[in-house]
């Protein structure tokens, strides 16, 4: 199998970022919304998985992205946001995510979404440098080639995603691909956040946009390029020298070349991500539909089309110790919603309490079942020590009277 190099470079500087709590006490009623884990913080928004009731009284994951306080309290922000979301939100694709909701409550602003239980890229990348498991090349032509799927059906619908990054990029453990965050994006350009939040994005930025110009599809043509190049290489795409911005990095764009890690029919793949990452937007791939089509004819001539299955399946090999523990984590988070912690949601006026018992599907699953038969395993062998305890006592009290009546 071809593979390509995660460097530690690639993974590091992706994952820059330390983990960050969010800023709400969990579990914790937002709208429809029962929050109860914190998957992540981004540059504008807290990540929370969430549970929702369903009409016919089941419920299900969602992912609800909350917009950080400082944000959601710039009006220009929120007014772009709720108008690109809404937009967003009629996107019925396979390669992105479904917005399913849009929500104000007091001060807070979130956007429910479909929960993808996964990795993002920026973090498969991570996980691939730490592990020392490279990444097959055939496995990275398909996330980007899925990538360029939905971008192709939203540039169609007329929009422009503008931030596609490896962090936005999310894979399921079913071998999905799906992007995120269409128009939010947008919401950020439009309300000139600070300059840490945008400084943040330069990294897949294409040149136009760099340099301040208009954006249009071919912007996230080229970022998908950035993404292949990283991804064939195992290095980041733009570099900054010491003291230097990344955005005047992406503002100048200087191409750089690809080295041969001897590839079948290798020069035809660098020349489709070259065209991509062309810096004068004319010349370069003027749709993603072109693009992929491109990578998709390449992939078949060197034997290198693959499927969901096989990327699921490869997953699991590499990362099922991982995908396992990631699974019983929010599993246990979904737990305690309902088996302890409910005394801290912060519930609403006549918002309806949710119910006092573990959802069917946690009941089912054998992680929890084993956790019930431990528990009341562990109730048996307390009430048989206070048992033997109490025979014991009762023993030597009775001992005791007898030496005491004798010796009397
Ligand atoms: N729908 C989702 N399903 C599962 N995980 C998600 C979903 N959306 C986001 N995440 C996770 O939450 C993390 C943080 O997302 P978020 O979009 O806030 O930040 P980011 O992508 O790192 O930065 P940016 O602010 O540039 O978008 C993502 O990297 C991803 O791992
Ligand atoms: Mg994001």
């Not at 939040?197 to 930025?205: H, I, L, Q």
């Not at 249009?216 to 570099?239: H, M």
Request: glycine share 8%; aromatic share 8%.
């Amino acid at each position: 199998m071809l593979t390509a190099p995660t460097s530690t470079l690639l993974a590091a500087r992706t994952l820059s970022r330390p983990p960050a709590l969010g800023t709400r006490p969990l579990p914790s009623r937002v709208g429809r919304y029962l929050l109860f884990d914190h998957v992540g913080r981004g540059g504008m928004a807290d990540i929370y998985l969430a549970r929702v009731e369903t009409e016919l009284g089941g419920s299900r994951r969602v992912i609800v992205k909350e917009v950080l306080p400082k944000h959601a309290e710039n009006s220009v922000f929120s007014a772009m946001l709720v108008a690109e979301a809404k937009l967003a939100a009629g996107l019925s694709h396979a390669n992105v995510v479904t917005v399913e909701d849009l929500g104000r409550e007091g001060g807070a602003l979130y956007i429910a979404m479909e929960y993808v239980e996964g990795f993002d890229l920026r973090e498969l990348c991570r996980r691939c440098s730490q592990a020392g498991v490279p990444l097959p090349i055939e496995f990275s032509l398909f996330m980007v080639m899925e990538t360029l799927r939905g971008l192709d059906y939203a540039h169609r619908k007329k929009l422009v995603h503008r931030d596609v990054s490896p962090s936005n990029v999310l894979i399921s453990f079913e071998g999905e691909v799906k992007i995120c965050d269409f128009g939010i994006a947008r919401a950020n350009a439009e309300s000139e956040l600070d300059e840490e939040t945008v400084r943040g994005k330069a990294g897949y930025m294409s040149p136009e946009h760099a340099r301040g110009g208009d954006v249009d599809a071919r912007a996230d043509v080229y970022a998908a390029g950035i993404i292949l190049w990283e991804l064939l290489s195992g290095r980041r795409y733009y570099r900054a020298a010491q003291g230097e911005k990344l955005i005047d990095v992406a503002r100048r764009a200087e191409q750089k070349p690809l080295i041969s890690r001897g590839l079948p029919k290798e020069k035809e793949l660098h020349n489709i991500v070259y065209r991509a990452l062309e810096i004068d937007r004319e010349v370069r791939y003027q749709t993603a539909g072109a693009m992929l089509r491109d990578l998709e004819a390449y992939a078949t001539r060197s034997g290198q089309y693959t499927s969901p299955l096989r990327f699921g399946e490869w997953l699991m090999e590499r990362f099922g110790a991982e995908i396992v523990e990631l699974r019983r984590t929010r599993e246990r988070a979904a737990w305690g919603l309902t088996h302890k912690a409910l005394p801290r949601v912060m519930l609403p006026e006549g918002s309806p309490i949710p119910p006092p018992v573990a959802p069917v599907e946690i009941r089912k699953t054998g992680t929890f079942a084993k956790v019930a038969i431990a528990r009341k395993a562990k109730a048996t062998a307390r009430a048989w020590v206070a048992y033997l305890l109490a025979v014991a006592a009762a023993t030597v009290m009775a001992i005791w009277c007898a030496l005491s009546t004798g010796s009397g």
